[in-house]
């Protein structure tokens, strides 16, 4: 009795390791524990994980190429995406759920990474200072009518990279480079996260700030009475410049087949709810539901013209040129 | 004979531990030796365009770092050292405490403060001073007054380990001979005091070097920002070792200029307890104390009552959060962390005894400083790659074992240099009278070099404890799944801008680092009284 007992255990033991898949991600353990959880709940598969900093998880997973304790890489901004697959981190998948449920300016060319969650890189304006209507655009507040007008977070965010690399993309370096120079010559201050630049759109400090919108979605939430409202940028013409949280599945990986279920799942219905909600961001499938506060935002146009491969290949001129018209 | 062989083979120890500290570096400058033909880019325009910036930022902010810390850190210690200062033991924990907080909470915190539209600038321009109230506090000025006031005790402890060992006789003597207090003070304290002094403007130069959570808040470009911009935006590893090793040069210029300056060490050493020097009447009495009202209030308390008011508003939401699995993991890390640095440093300490005329020694003690000079992720880089060729894997396997290992080495010089300067006064006849009384060795060490060396053996266990519960880049880096502390936890909640939510980590941290300095202070003051 007592040897069929330690049997069992052992058995299943053996059966819990096998179903189980280690995820790092630089998205914060508060953003993705419960999601991990409902998926534990739902298939007996065990979701371990390790937090960090996108830079040291790709060294991490590097070093273990030849033997990866890891399965998933999931990351905030198409740039470090782009990056962990141009190292050859990231394996191809093949999956018809996964290529029609993620469009294809939100993933890799070679599917070796899926975006999972839309963030918008929106302007956010002090409506006493700003009058409802105005016309708005990233090219827009590079004029000098906007001079003490604009506040902006840290070049080194690389949702600023993005951001830039997109102009890039879009106009070409010396175009893209006057606009930024515009930017700078109208900003106020500069900050360290979005959260503050917000503050200081509120404050009345400056009249425009540039931000992603779940921080929006966050403050608002916090302090409903703040005299923000989100002006979508870019209406008239190419839309939004848009971003992904996402994740692929890594080379080698001893679990590709329960990898690539578990990339299935998150980009289902069900689970994309829940991973928009819990960040008030996108789903990035159009048939899940959006929360009650992002609803509010309105309608608007994101730019599906850019595919964010781009901006990890361009984020080095970016930052480039950001250096050089002194955006600190 | 056996004299000479147990000579040699603390050579041969002294040499081993040293070139062993220098792995890592030397993993990760092989990693990063050759730049691949795509990152030259990078690195022409970090060279060309970045690094001249850099330079100015990094030294404008070391030296009004240093200053800042020194117009503190000086008259504190003259006061609490000197006079019959009223509360002395209240005011011996108040001025130890600051080093509980990590800088990038100081440095949030008072870019709260003094933002546009931060409480005391909104109070400025709604009193009608327009010019206050538009002041620009994201500066090298604004950097250099967060890290003066959270590095000051850095540079007033030391001060104060030699001031309490000056002769009340020379005291007496100067009297005697007819000079004023003014004249004792600058003939013979202030030049004593260069020494710690120096020391402890070392560890500041270094901590700001090494900073990055601090000056990320002010958007303040140094090396340390500049090397994670290469790393994780350039995505150009060699870019960034490059950019370390130019770091690392400059830590090491100062450790040299130090320690050439501390060769100079008089020892005026008495075990006596002694009485205040100078009694303070009412005005100087009133100046001192509010001087050191002044301090508390900026270093401590007002960074406090901000902690508290955010945990209070964020405390429903956070407490489902596993803190107390974050403590004990932080609690077991310092303390594993604090115990393998305090045995290391007292067997390379005991090794280096009597070698103080040697010339490889600053050469070769200044390999146990590479850790510490470094930014944490660079040093994290370096260890991971060092075990990774050793094991032939990944070194994550090792589990715990690979981030006390890396935190060892990283804070290694942390407790070196705290037991390192006592132990040279120690006078080598001691032990020669101890060894011709045909007492054995470790009669010798148990006896006499340990109990003389305690009360900073307890100070370098308390420094390392509490910068390994602060530590975060390497931290989260190397430390394996599953096992968060507080500061990952912070860092967490910190990158997403959500500081109130961080707040309630950042207090668990800081009392914790708060209940530690405050045992160890008492321990200290025990260990004194029993003399």
């Given at each position: 009795?007592?040897?069929?007992?330690?049997?069992?255990?052992?058995?299943?033991?053996?059966?819990?390791q096998?179903?189980?898949l280690?995820?790092?991600?630089?998205?914060?353990?508060?953003?993705?524990?419960?999601?991990?959880?409902?998926?534990?709940?739902e298939?007996g598969?065990?979701?371990?994980?390790?937090?960090?900093?996108?830079?040291?998880?790709i060294?991490?997973?590097?070093?273990?190429?030849k033997?990866?304790?890891?399965?998933i890489?999931?990351?905030?901004?198409?740039?470090n995406?782009?990056?962990?697959?141009?190292?050859?981190?990231?394996?191809?998948?093949?999956?018809?759920?996964?290529?029609?449920?993620?469009?294809?300016?939100?993933?890799?060319?070679?599917?070796?990474?899926?975006?999972?969650?839309?963030?918008?890189?929106?302007?956010?304006?002090?409506?006493?200072?700003?009058?409802?209507?105005?016309?708005?655009?990233?090219?827009?507040?590079?004029?000098?009518?906007?001079?003490?007008?604009?506040?902006?977070?840290?070049?080194?965010?690389?949702?600023?990279?993005?951001?830039?690399?997109?102009?890039?993309?879009?106009?070409?370096?010396?175009?893209?480079?006057?606009?930024?120079?515009?930017?700078?010559?109208?900003?106020?201050?500069?900050?360290?996260?979005?959260?503050n630049?917000?503050?200081?759109?509120?404050?009345?400090?400056?009249?425009?700030?540039?931000?992603?919108t779940?921080?929006?979605?966050?403050?608002?939430?916090?302090?409903?009475?703040?005299?923000?409202?989100?002006?979508?940028?870019?209406?008239?013409?190419y839309?939004?410049?848009?971003?992904?949280?996402?994740?692929?599945?890594?080379?080698?990986?001893?679990?590709?087949?329960?990898?690539?279920?578990?990339?299935?799942?998150?980009?289902?219905?069900?689970?994309?709810?829940?991973?928009?909600?819990?960040?008030?961001?996108?789903?990035?499938?159009?048939?899940?539901?959006?929360?009650?506060?992002?609803?509010?935002?309105?309608?608007?146009?994101?730019?599906?013209?850019?595919?964010?491969?781009?901006?990890?290949?361009?984020?080095?001129?970016a930052?480039?040129?950001m250096?050089?018209?002194?955006?600190? | 004979?056996?004299?000479v062989?147990?000579?040699?083979?603390?050579?041969?120890?002294?040499l081993f531990?040293?070139?062993?500290?220098?792995?890592?570096?030397?993993?990760?400058?092989?990693?990063?030796?050759?730049?691949?033909?795509?990152?030259?880019?990078?690195?022409?325009?970090?060279?060309n365009?970045?690094?001249?910036?850099?330079?100015k930022?990094?030294?404008?902010?070391?030296i009004?770092?240093i200053?800042?810390?020194?117009?503190?850190?000086?008259?504190?210690?003259?006061?609490?050292?000197?006079?019959?200062?009223p509360?002395r033991?209240?005011w011996n924990?108040?001025?130890?405490?600051p080093?509980?907080?990590?800088?990038y909470?100081?440095?949030?915190?008072?870019?709260?403060?003094?933002?546009w539209?931060?409480?005391?600038?909104?109070f400025f321009r709604?009193?009608?001073?327009?010019?206050?109230?538009?002041?620009?506090?994201?500066?090298?000025?604004?950097?250099?007054?967060?890290?003066?006031?959270?590095?000051?005790?850095?540079?007033?402890?030391?001060?104060?380990?030699?001031?309490?060992?000056?002769?009340?006789?020379?005291?007496?003597?100067?009297?005697?001979?007819?000079?004023?207090?003014?004249?004792?003070?600058?003939?013979?304290?202030?030049?004593?005091?260069?020494?710690?002094?120096?020391?402890?403007?070392?560890?500041?130069?270094?901590?700001?070097?090494?900073?990055?959570?601090?000056?990320?808040?002010?958007?303040?470009?140094?090396?340390?920002?500049?090397?994670?911009?290469?790393?994780?935006?350039?995505?150009?590893?060699?870019?960034?070792?490059?950019?370390?090793?130019?770091?690392?040069?400059?830590?090491?210029?100062l450790?040299?200029?130090?320690?050439?300056?501390?060769?100079r060490?008089?020892?005026l050493?008495s075990?006596?307890?002694?009485?205040?020097?100078?009694?303070?009447?009412?005005?100087?009495?009133?100046?001192?104390?509010s001087?050191?009202?002044?301090?508390?209030?900026?270093?401590?308390?007002?960074?406090?009552?901000?902690?508290?008011?955010?945990?209070y508003?964020?405390?429903?939401n956070?407490l489902?959060?596993?803190?107390?699995?974050?403590?004990?993991?932080?609690?077991?890390l310092?303390?594993?962390?604090?115990?393998?640095?305090?045995?290391?440093?007292?067997?390379?300490?005991?090794?280096?005894?009597?070698?103080?005329h040697?010339?490889?020694l600053?050469?070769?003690?200044?390999?146990?400083?590479?850790?510490?000079?470094?930014?944490?992720?660079?040093?994290?880089?370096?260890?991971?790659?060092?075990?990774?060729?050793?094991?032939?894997?990944?070194?994550?396997?090792m589990?715990?074992a690979?981030?006390?290992?890396?935190?060892?080495?990283?804070?290694?010089s942390?407790?070196?240099?705290?037991i390192s300067?006592t132990?040279?006064?120690?006078?080598?006849?001691?032990?020669?009278?101890?060894?011709?009384?045909?007492?054995?060795?470790?009669?010798?060490?148990?006896?006499?070099?340990?109990?003389?060396?305690?009360?900073?053996?307890?100070?370098?266990f308390?420094?390392?404890?509490?910068?390994?519960a602060?530590?975060?880049?390497?931290?989260?880096?190397?430390?394996?799944?599953?096992?968060?502390?507080?500061?990952?936890?912070i860092?967490?909640?910190?990158?997403e801008?959500?500081?109130?939510?961080?707040?309630?980590?950042a207090?668990?941290?800081?009392?914790?680092?708060?209940?530690?300095?405050?045992?160890?202070?008492?321990?200290g003051?025990?260990?004194?009284?029993?003399?």
């Amino acid at each position: 009795m007592k040897y069929l007992s330690i049997a069992s255990i052992l058995l299943f033991t053996a059966y819990a390791q096998a179903k189980s898949l280690t995820v790092y991600t630089s998205r914060k353990e508060h953003l993705v524990k419960d999601i991990f959880k409902t998926y534990e709940k739902e298939t007996g598969v065990k979701i371990n994980y390790k937090t960090g900093k996108a830079g040291a998880l790709i060294q991490n997973i590097k070093a273990e190429l030849k033997d990866p304790k890891v399965d998933i890489f999931m990351t905030v901004d198409a740039g470090n995406l782009w990056y962990a697959s141009s190292e050859g981190l990231l394996e191809s998948t093949k999956s018809d759920v996964l290529t029609s449920h993620v469009p294809a300016h939100l993933r890799d060319r070679d599917n070796r990474w899926f975006g999972l969650s839309v963030r918008a890189r929106t302007t956010v304006v002090n409506t006493n200072l700003v009058k409802k209507g105005t016309n708005i655009s990233y090219e827009e507040l590079a004029k000098p009518e906007w001079k003490g007008k604009l506040c902006l977070r840290t070049s080194k965010k690389v949702y600023n990279q993005s951001l830039v690399a997109m102009l890039i993309g879009t106009h070409g370096y010396d175009k893209a480079k006057s606009i930024v120079k515009g930017w700078v010559a109208n900003k106020v201050d500069i900050f360290s996260n979005d959260t503050n630049v917000l503050k200081a759109v509120a404050a009345g400090q400056c009249a425009v700030g540039i931000v992603n919108t779940y921080y929006f979605g966050r403050l608002i939430k916090k302090q409903p009475k703040l005299p923000l409202a989100i002006m979508w940028p870019n209406q008239k013409s190419y839309g939004v410049h848009i971003n992904v949280s996402g994740a692929g599945i890594v080379k080698n990986s001893k679990h590709q087949e329960d990898a690539r279920k578990f990339l299935e799942w998150l980009a289902s219905d069900e689970a994309q709810k829940q991973f928009a909600q819990v960040n008030m961001e996108y789903p990035i499938l159009k048939t899940a539901p959006q929360t009650d506060i992002v609803k509010s935002w309105g309608e608007f146009k994101p730019n599906t013209a850019f595919n964010l491969t781009d901006a990890g290949k361009l984020q080095k001129k970016a930052i480039k040129l950001m250096h050089e018209v002194g955006y600190k | 004979m056996k004299l000479v062989t147990n000579k040699k083979v603390g050579d041969y120890s002294y040499l081993f531990f040293s070139i062993i500290a220098l792995l890592p570096i030397i993993f990760l400058f092989i990693e990063g030796k050759d730049i691949p033909q795509k990152d030259i880019e990078s690195w022409t325009f970090v060279l060309n365009d970045v690094v001249p910036g850099l330079l100015k930022n990094s030294f404008q902010l070391v030296i009004l770092s240093i200053i800042g810390s020194s117009l503190i850190a000086l008259p504190l210690a003259f006061i609490l050292e000197l006079t019959d200062i009223p509360a002395r033991k209240v005011w011996n924990v108040t001025t130890v405490l600051p080093l509980a907080f990590p800088l990038y909470v100081l440095a949030f915190i008072y870019v709260g403060f003094f933002e546009w539209a931060g409480p005391v600038l909104t109070f400025f321009r709604e009193a009608g001073f327009d010019t206050l109230g538009n002041m620009k506090f994201k500066n090298a000025f604004g950097v250099a007054f967060v890290f003066s006031l959270g590095l000051f005790p850095y540079i007033l402890l030391p001060i104060r380990l030699v001031l309490k060992k000056v002769d009340f006789k020379l005291y007496q003597a100067s009297r005697s001979l007819g000079k004023s207090d003014g004249h004792f003070l600058k003939k013979v304290l202030l030049p004593l005091c260069m020494v710690p002094m120096f020391a402890g403007c070392t560890i500041v130069g270094m901590e700001v070097m090494a900073d990055f959570g601090a000056v990320s808040v002010f958007n303040f470009d140094t090396f340390t920002t500049s090397i994670y911009m290469a790393w994780s935006s350039l995505f150009s590893l060699g870019s960034a070792t490059r950019l370390s090793l130019m770091l690392l040069t400059f830590s090491l210029l100062l450790f040299f200029l130090e320690s050439h300056i501390s060769k100079r060490q008089v020892p005026l050493i008495s075990n006596e307890s002694q009485e205040a020097f100078f009694k303070l009447k009412l005005l100087p009495k009133m100046a001192a104390l509010s001087f050191l009202g002044i301090v508390t209030f900026f270093s401590l308390i007002l960074p406090i009552i901000q902690l508290v008011l955010w945990s209070y508003h964020a405390w429903k939401n956070e407490l489902s959060a596993n803190y107390f699995s974050l403590i004990k993991n932080t609690l077991m890390l310092a303390f594993s962390v604090g115990g393998s640095i305090l045995i290391i440093s007292l067997i390379l300490v005991y090794a280096e005894r009597n070698k103080h005329h040697k010339r490889w020694l600053p050469l070769f003690r200044s390999f146990f400083l590479v850790g510490y000079a470094l930014p944490g992720n660079i040093v994290a880089v370096g260890v991971f790659l060092l075990f990774m060729n050793i094991l032939g894997t990944s070194p994550m396997e090792m589990g715990l074992a690979l981030v006390i290992i890396g935190l060892t080495y990283r804070f290694l010089s942390v407790g070196h240099r705290t037991i390192s300067p006592t132990a040279r006064l120690i006078n080598p006849n001691f032990e020669k009278a101890s060894k011709s009384l045909g007492k054995k060795r470790w009669t010798f060490i148990f006896k006499v070099w340990l109990p003389f060396l305690r009360g900073n053996a307890i100070y370098a266990f308390l420094f390392v404890f509490v910068e390994v519960a602060k530590e975060m880049p390497l931290t989260l880096m190397l430390r394996p799944i599953g096992h968060d502390t507080l500061s990952t936890k912070i860092y967490e909640l910190t990158s997403e801008g959500e500081w109130e939510r961080a707040a309630l980590g950042a207090l668990f941290l800081v009392i914790l680092g708060m209940s530690t300095v405050l045992l160890m202070s008492l321990k200290g003051e025990n260990h004194a009284e029993g003399h």
